[in-house]
């Protein structure tokens, strides 16, 4: 029997899912080069660095549970919820800073945990089950921090006992040159090595790919289904957790709507870098480079001093480009 | 150990109804070591429902289950798996878009390490796999393409050789020839005459009277859920089981 082969640009594809993402990251720099003088400078890598970190620490998390199958449309609105958690605990109720963000740690991982557990208990589509779960977030983030602080902000934070001792780890920077380079560029990194070691590396990993791409093959090979989509869950709501607290320490205050309408941008990072809306197939590489991309974007465009309106305009047109190669991938592999 | 005058598994006058309603009723089936059991009948007669509770994806509602003799009672597929009953389902339990390699090894990866280090043996895996299916006639050139680019046959072969490397004694093939060409076809019964003659127990499960009678030591006709007949190949001819197949009256005296 001949094996069949795939065409070479399909098998490249499949090999590198984050190929197409790689291409556009190129076409992406060289463009606002040129279009701006700022964009290639020390100070101009910075901000742009940045502003890509958060939404690649939360695109990392976001393209695991794409791969394994499932969405969570709450991931954005996490983010405000676990600073909100703390600044609310830390400013008003004069709980310890450092034990309030270890608290607001506990109550995302049970967020995030319910989530998968409504998921597969259900049986129901991640996408309504974790809508649900945004707008619950979205209205307790509002009516609660108003009903207590009496107002849609956290303010005086950076006053509180041991803020100090808490805020380099997620909101320091170091200057070089002109630029300044914030420690969530180094969190986004570590994420993405640790997400590229534990999917492609480790047993886990295996199953990752496979409760995504056939949850019933993978059950009846002896794969714990279940288990490992609520781990992924957990694993956007830690991300979460971890950019809530990056954008907390950064600014030393939060609003009461942070987050929110920010789930779908990683998505669609997830998806620019080769994840499957079906699950099954993906890359974190890509996923990390689709949130280079919108940071690169983002503050290109503000560089460039166009209207910052034309970014939408652009995702749109990235997001259809990417799940049009990534259809066409799925369609030659598993055809049905 | 010999164990060979007890059937390697049993099901003894199994039933299964999905939520109300009768898929098998007082089903009897027996694997023997070095001997294929063929289970035939039309779509819908249950015999997938059947090889699912041989296999642990299902539990009885009534009848029991004997491994060994003994009675055996199997809360997952992974209980089944680790007994040695190893089944290649008619969707094949793979994942298209996951690479060969991964398929071969998935829910049993090979890992390296210990700890945080502990990490997949990926090297060793592809190896093992290259081999492995050299052995049986496929020559990939690249074990890391995804499997649903392989053939129908070959995907079944790389089923059959994934359950015989993992160790399995008794084999459970449900409809392995019904996507297939002749040609793919006869590859696939000659790996079920291999496992056969390499002393593994085998159902095969088929539509098709002329893939069953040339391999099979019994045949178990399903009708409705229901066993319209077991019988020994000396009891039956090949025109007898094609016409049991076909609803028509079959004199067997
Ligand atoms: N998970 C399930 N839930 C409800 N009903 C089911 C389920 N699986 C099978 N059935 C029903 O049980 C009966 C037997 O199905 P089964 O799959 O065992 O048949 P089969 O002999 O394997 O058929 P085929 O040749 O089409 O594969 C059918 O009426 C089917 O609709
Ligand atoms: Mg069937």
Same mark, same amino acid.
């Given at each position: 029997?001949?094996?069949?082969?795939?065409?070479?640009? /399909?098998?490249?594809?499949?090999?590198?899912?984050?190929?197409?993402?790689?291409?556009?990251?190129?076409?992406?720099?060289?463009?606002?080069?040129?279009?701006?003088?700022?964009?290639?400078?020390?100070?101009?890598?910075?901000?742009?660095?940045?502003?890509?970190?958060?939404?690649?620490?939360?695109?990392? !998390?976001?393209?695991?549970?794409?791969?394994?199958?499932?969405?969570?449309?709450?991931?954005?609105?996490?983010?405000?919820?676990?600073?909100?958690?703390?600044?609310?605990?830390?400013?008003?109720?004069?709980?310890?800073?450092?034990?309030?963000?270890?608290?607001?740690? @506990?109550?995302?991982?049970?967020?995030?945990?319910?989530?998968?557990?409504?998921?597969?208990?259900?049986? /129901?589509?991640?996408?309504?089950?974790?809508?649900?779960?945004?707008?619950?977030?979205?209205?307790?983030?509002?009516?609660?921090?108003?009903?207590?602080?009496?107002?849609?902000?956290?303010?005086?934070?950076?006053?509180?006992?041991?803020?100090?001792?808490?805020?380099? @780890?997620?909101?320091?920077?170091?200057? /070089?040159?002109?630029?300044?380079?914030?420690?969530?560029?180094?969190?986004?990194?570590?994420?993405?090595?640790?997400?590229?070691?534990?999917?492609?590396?480790?047993?886990?990993?295996?199953?990752?790919?496979?409760?995504?791409?056939?949850?019933?093959?993978?059950?009846?090979?002896?794969?714990?289904?279940?288990?490992?989509?609520?781990?992924?869950?957990?694993?956007?709501?830690?991300?979460?957790?971890?950019?809530?607290?990056?954008?907390?320490?950064?600014?030393?205050?939060?609003?009461?709507?942070?987050?929110?309408?920010?789930?779908? @941008?990683?998505?669609?990072?997830?998806?620019?870098?080769?994840?499957?809306?079906?699950?099954?197939?993906?890359?974190?590489?890509?996923?990390?480079?689709? !949130?280079?991309?919108?940071?690169?974007?983002?503050?290109?465009?503000?560089?460039?001093?166009?209207?910052?309106?034309?970014?939408?305009?652009?995702?749109?047109?990235?997001?259809?480009?990417?799940?049009?190669?990534?259809?066409? @991938?799925?369609?030659?592999?598993?055809?049905? | 150990?010999?164990?060979?005058?007890?059937?390697?598994?049993?099901?003894?006058?199994?039933?299964?109804?999905?939520?109300?309603?009768?898929?098998?009723?007082?089903?009897?089936?027996?694997?023997?070591?070095?001997?294929?059991?063929?289970?035939? %009948?039309?779509?819908?007669?249950?015999?997938?429902?059947?090889?699912?509770?041989?296999?642990?994806?299902?539990?009885?509602?009534?009848?029991?289950?004997?491994?060994?003799?003994?009675?055996?009672?199997?809360?997952?597929?992974?209980?089944?798996?680790?007994?040695?009953?190893?089944?290649?389902?008619?969707?094949?339990?793979?994942?298209?878009?996951?690479?060969?390699?991964?398929?071969?090894?998935?829910?049993?990866?090979?890992?390296? %390490?210990?700890?945080?280090?502990?990490?997949?043996?990926?090297?060793?895996?592809?190896?093992?796999?290259?081999?492995?299916?050299?052995?049986?006639?496929?020559?990939?050139?690249?074990?890391?393409?995804?499997?649903?680019?392989?053939?129908? %046959?070959?995907?079944?072969?790389?089923?059959?050789?994934?359950?015989?490397?993992?160790?399995?004694?008794?084999?459970?093939?449900?409809?392995?020839?019904?996507?297939?060409?002749?040609?793919?076809?006869?590859?696939?019964?000659?790996?079920?005459?291999?496992?056969?003659?390499?002393?593994?127990?085998?159902?095969?499960?088929?539509?098709?009277?002329?893939?069953?009678?040339?391999?099979?030591?019994?045949?178990?006709?399903?009708?409705?859920?229901?066993?319209? %007949?077991?019988?020994?190949?000396?009891?039956?001819?090949?025109?007898?089981?094609?016409?049991?197949?076909?609803?028509?009256?079959?004199?067997?005296?």
């Amino acid at each position: 029997m001949a094996a069949h082969r795939p065409p070479p640009a /399909l098998a490249a594809l499949i090999a590198r899912p984050e190929t197409g993402a790689l291409i556009a990251t190129g076409l992406v720099m060289a463009f606002f080069g040129l279009a701006s003088q700022a964009f290639f400078t020390v100070a101009g890598a910075g901000v742009w660095l940045e502003s890509a970190s958060t939404y690649g620490i939360m695109a990392v !998390a976001v393209a695991l549970l794409m791969i394994g199958g499932e969405f969570d449309l709450s991931a954005g609105v996490m983010t405000g919820f676990t600073a909100l958690t703390v600044g609310v605990l830390a400013t008003h109720f004069g709980v310890d800073i450092r034990l309030a963000a270890g608290l607001a740690l @506990i109550l995302a991982l049970a967020v995030g945990a319910l989530n998968g557990f409504l998921v597969i208990r259900t049986g /129901l589509p991640s996408f309504i089950v974790t809508l649900a779960t945004f707008f619950v977030l979205q209205g307790v983030d509002l009516a609660v921090t108003k009903l207590i602080l009496g107002q849609v902000t956290v303010q005086g934070l950076s006053k509180v006992p041991n803020y100090d001792s808490i805020q380099p @780890i997620f909101g320091s920077q170091l200057q /070089l040159g002109q630029g300044h380079f914030y420690v969530s560029v180094l969190w986004w990194a570590l994420c993405t090595v640790a997400a590229v070691w534990l999917l492609n590396h480790t047993r886990p990993g295996n199953w990752v790919y496979a409760v995504g791409g056939a949850p019933l093959a993978a059950r009846q090979v002896g794969v714990p289904v279940r288990a490992t989509k609520v781990v992924l869950f957990m694993g956007t709501a830690l991300a979460g957790w971890l950019v809530g607290m990056i954008s907390l320490f950064r600014t030393s205050t939060v609003q009461a709507t942070t987050g929110v309408g920010q789930e779908f @941008i990683y998505i669609i990072c997830a998806v620019v870098g080769g994840c499957l809306l079906t699950g099954g197939f993906g890359s974190v590489v890509g996923a990390s480079l689709g !949130a280079l991309i919108y940071g690169m974007t983002f503050q290109g465009i503000t560089f460039a001093q166009w209207d910052t309106n034309w970014l939408m305009a652009f995702l749109g047109v990235m997001l259809l480009g990417a799940v049009f190669v990534n259809h066409w @991938i799925r369609l030659r592999v598993a055809p049905t | 150990m010999s164990q060979s005058d007890v059937p390697i598994i049993a099901a003894r006058q199994v039933s299964k109804a999905y939520a109300g309603a009768v898929a098998l009723r007082d089903v009897s089936i027996e694997v023997w070591a070095g001997q294929v059991s063929c289970v035939l %009948g039309d779509n819908g007669a249950g015999k997938s429902t059947l090889i699912k509770i041989l296999a642990g994806v299902h539990r009885p509602t009534a009848g029991q289950l004997l491994l060994d003799g003994r009675p055996v009672d199997f809360d997952g597929p992974r209980a089944a798996l680790e007994v040695g009953v190893a089944t290649v389902y008619q969707d094949l339990a793979m994942v298209p878009l996951m690479p060969v390699w991964r398929n071969f090894f998935l829910g049993r990866e090979l890992t390296v %390490g210990r700890g945080p280090a502990r990490r997949l043996n990926r090297s060793g895996m592809r190896a093992i796999v290259r081999q492995q299916l050299s052995q049986i006639g496929i020559e990939l050139r690249d074990v890391d393409q995804p499997i649903g680019t392989l053939s129908g %046959g070959e995907r079944q072969s790389v089923a059959i050789a994934r359950a015989i490397h993992f160790g399995a004694r008794a084999l459970i093939l449900d409809e392995p020839t019904a996507a297939l060409g002749v040609k793919q076809s006869e590859v696939v019964l000659k790996y079920i005459r291999r496992a056969r003659d390499e002393g593994l127990g085998v159902v095969f499960i088929t539509h098709n009277p002329n893939h069953a009678y040339p391999v099979g030591d019994h045949f178990l006709v399903l009708n409705h859920g229901q066993a319209q %007949g077991y019988y020994a190949k000396a009891e039956l001819s090949l025109p007898d089981l094609a016409a049991m197949m076909a609803g028509d009256p079959v004199d067997l005296s």
